[in-house]
């Protein structure tokens, strides 16, 4: 059950990662520009963000097993529409289907670990199964390159959809043979606390407040992290003399990074350490990994790139578990759907933000030096909010 969440999690964003890894590759194969690229991902990540806030409602009325054979079938259709040879608008289309499909991913999994998976181990679980999308970051990262020298990047696209489907089948067996777990009756304590509407409504507003504060923090972070991850292993390549297999293992250590980065910081959580601290360390740390992208540029240093990348893996990549994690604590099961998908619409529309304007710097006269230094700034925005969740959270207390 855990894999599957956690494939659940990063099917989705494969292709996108598979074509940042390749990004060299597809912009002299398709004849466009650095900002006709980015709007790929803006194009996924938009979809994504509009079907997190659409589909809310519908995914909290959906069984689970359909969920999931939603999500990997649009993944596998998107990928393998992106590997029909026919030209940019056709690959602008795959990208939409590719980021419809991440509408469904947090919301289903939060669901499925809060109704079938025994309390002691959900937020260490939640920590993994959102490294997924770090594990697709590192499967597409490695992958993609690798298959491209082979049989082109629009046949290591055809090798995912393949993928996908046949994930498809193993996650509705498996979910299907995993009982919902039994709901305790509400303590006696619980109820004389709703006896009075007033502090049910207080709760409800303060409940209100934290979803709204994630998903703002959720797109702040947001547009840092896609405008680096799109562009980083075109970075390596263009501006530091990387090959494309090397420019791609940068996006891949990123991944790996991540990886760890999710599950050491979903452990911090399940410890009773609190959401706000954790999103203020990993703002700074964020900061911290911007300026060391824009040194590495400055002074031509791979190993500056290198810490950059681990910098940028533990912190910004990190920011996903957290804020999912910090629903589980105050979110009821029947609405962790749509309360899912508005943070995750806040995430995504961070995410269709970042690499349209990278993007345009990047091919301005600017050039990376600009995008560096907007990236610093973004994150700068996310310790400020940061620290104003810690001080919110003293005082409550």
């Not at 912009?27 to 980015?38: A, N």
């Not at 999500?71 to 419809?100: E, P």
């Not at 002074?299 to 910090?326: D, E, F, N, Q, R």
Request: proline content about 3%.
């Amino acid at each position: 059950m855990l894999a599957i969440l956690l494939a659940a999690v990063g099917i989705a964003p494969l292709l996108n990662y598979g074509l940042s890894a390749t990004s060299d590759l597809v912009i002299r194969d398709l004849g466009i520009t650095e900002s006709q690229f980015g709007l790929l991902a803006t194009v996924c990540f938009g979809c994504a963000a509009i079907g997190n806030v659409v589909f809310g409602k519908f995914s909290n009325a959906q069984p689970d097993s359909r969920l999931v054979l939603i999500i990997f079938g649009t993944a596998a259709a998107a990928m393998a529409l992106a590997a029909v040879d026919a030209g940019y608008v056709l690959l602008l289309v795959a990208s939409g289907i590719a980021g419809f499909a991440q509408s469904f991913p947090n919301g289903v999994t939060n669901r499925i670990l809060a109704q079938r998976v025994p309390a002691a181990q959900r937020i260490t679980w939640t920590g993994i199964k959102q490294s997924g999308v770090q594990v697709s970051q590192l499967v597409g990262s490695l992958g993609f390159p690798l298959l491209a020298a082979f049989i082109g990047w629009q046949g290591a696209s055809l090798a995912g959809a393949v993928l996908a489907a046949g994930l498809a089948i193993l996650a509705v067996r498996i979910i299907k043979a995993t009982p919902v777990l039994a709901t305790p009756a509400p303590s006696k304590s619980k109820q004389s606390g709703t006896d009075s509407g007033e502090p049910v409504a207080s709760a409800a507003a303060s409940t209100r407040f934290i979803i709204y504060a994630l998903s703002l923090f959720g797109f702040i972070n947001g547009v840092g992290v896609q405008a680096t991850n799109v562009y980083l292993a075109l970075f390596a390549v263009r501006e530091l003399d990387f090959s494309l297999v090397a420019g791609g293992l940068t996006a891949a250590v990123a991944g790996i990074v991540g990886v760890s980065a999710r599950v050491g910081w979903g452990r911090m959580m399940s410890r009773g350490i609190a959401a706000p601290k954790l999103l203020l360390l990993l703002a700074v740390l964020a900061t911290c990994g911007g300026a060391s992208f824009l040194l590495a540029q400055q002074l031509h240093s791979p190993i500056l790139l290198w810490l950059a990348v681990a910098l940028h893996g533990a912190s910004a990549l990190g920011v996903s578990v957290v804020l999912m994690a910090a629903l589980l604590r105050v979110v009821p099961a029947n609405r962790l759907g749509s309360s899912s998908g508005l943070v995750s619409a806040g995430q995504f529309g961070g995410f269709t933000v970042g690499p349209l304007a990278m993007g345009l710097l990047v091919g301005s006269a600017g050039g990376f030096t600009a995008g560096w230094i907007c990236v610093i700034g973004v994150y700068l925005c996310c310790t400020v909010l940061g620290i104003f969740l810690v001080l919110r959270s003293s005082r409550s207390r």
